[in-house]
């Protein structure tokens, strides 16, 4: 298949440097019954930016990241996943080596009730191939990224909703993946824990990883995104200016001019 898709970071000019697409929709179409969940959307994610997905509940955000994760296959277009050298691949048929280099936490956060902290990250590392002594390594970097020291004893039943989550986050990121892909990533965090998620996040696209994240919070995605991406009733209805003035009047104008075109058709 083609090589992997680049687009510039930055209108074309002397010394701008393209950055590879690693998550590409297109045309991407998905219903459940008679509901179309997911309508024709477009979309990608560049490695070293953040792409954030705002919506109402329901309007397709899940689905979508499902979709780009190959938990979901495409009823019409394609989500191609590309990581690696080898280039983009269908999600849904994409080989043990593609998600080797993505991350990923979707409504619920990965954890054995029984494991301490320490233990599930361990477990989260050796399933995304790493090797004993390297997972290690691997699960204290993150537990230590992300705050958890303190609980890296504990079993994660006993976690704190916050605190699980997080849990989750370290799981998605410790062998170090190319692309995260993650659905609310800050739900049930503490204001403690809002600031250390951001500060990961951050750091983890300026490390060159891309993200797509999804939120019901502008505040905290213009803290954060590169790109906002509005979507409602499975379709992508325009896009919001990260450092614009008052995102939550744009948004749900938005949302309003949508839905009067809905009660048109």
């Known amino acids: 298949m083609r090589a992997v898709v680049t687009e510039h970071a930055a209108p074309a000019g002397a010394g701008v440097v393209p950055r590879a697409t690693l998550l590409e929709l297109r045309a991407v179409r998905?219903?459940?019954?008679d509901v179309p969940a997911v309508d024709g959307v477009d979309l990608t994610v560049?490695?070293?930016?953040?792409?954030?997905?705002?919506?109402?509940?329901?309007?397709?955000?899940?689905?979508?990241?499902?979709l780009a994760l190959g938990m979901l296959r495409p009823a019409d277009g394609r989500a191609l996943v590309a990581v690696d050298d080898a280039g983009a691949v269908d999600a849904w048929r994409a080989p043990p080596r593609v998600w080797r280099g993505v991350g990923h936490l979707v409504e619920t956060p990965f954890a054995y009730p029984e494991l301490t902290v320490r233990e599930t990250v361990v477990a989260a590392a050796r399933?995304?191939?790493?090797?004993?002594?390297?997972?290690?390594?691997?699960?204290?970097?993150?537990?230590?990224?992300?705050?958890?020291?303190?609980?890296?004893?504990?079993?994660?039943t006993t976690l704190?909703?916050?605190?699980?989550?997080?849990?989750?986050?370290?799981?998605a990121w410790v062998h170090r993946p190319r692309l995260l892909v993650l659905d609310e990533p800050t739900t049930g965090l503490d204001?403690?824990?809002?600031?250390?998620?951001?500060?990961?996040?951050?750091?983890?696209?300026?490390?060159?990883?891309?993200?797509?994240?999804?939120?019901?919070?502008?505040?905290?995605?213009?803290?954060?995104?590169?790109?906002?991406?509005?979507?409602?009733?499975?379709?992508?209805?325009?896009?919001?200016?990260?450092?614009?003035?008052?995102?939550?009047?744009?948004?749900?104008?938005?949302?309003?001019?949508?839905?009067?075109?809905e009660a048109a058709r």
């Open 191 to 261: 204001p403690s824990g809002v600031l250390v998620v951001r500060r990961w996040l951050a750091s983890t696209a300026a490390a060159g990883t891309g993200v797509l994240v999804s939120s019901h919070h502008l505040d905290e995605v213009a803290r954060l995104a590169d790109r906002i991406t509005v979507v409602h009733r499975g379709r992508v209805i325009g896009g919001l200016e990260p450092h614009g003035a008052d995102l939550e009047r744009a948004f749900f104008a938005m949302v309003y001019a949508a839905e009067g075109l």
């Open 160 to 171: 704190s909703l916050g605190n699980r989550q997080r849990l989750g986050l370290a799981c």
């Open 46 to 66: 560049r490695a070293g930016e953040i792409h954030a997905l705002v919506g109402l509940n329901g309007a397709g955000k899940t689905t979508l990241m499902r």
């Open 127 to 156: 399933l995304r191939g790493l090797a004993p002594h390297p997972a290690q390594r691997a699960a204290e970097d993150v537990v230590a990224e992300l705050a958890l020291g303190q609980w890296a004893d504990r079993r994660a």
């Open 30 to 33: 998905r219903a459940f019954g």
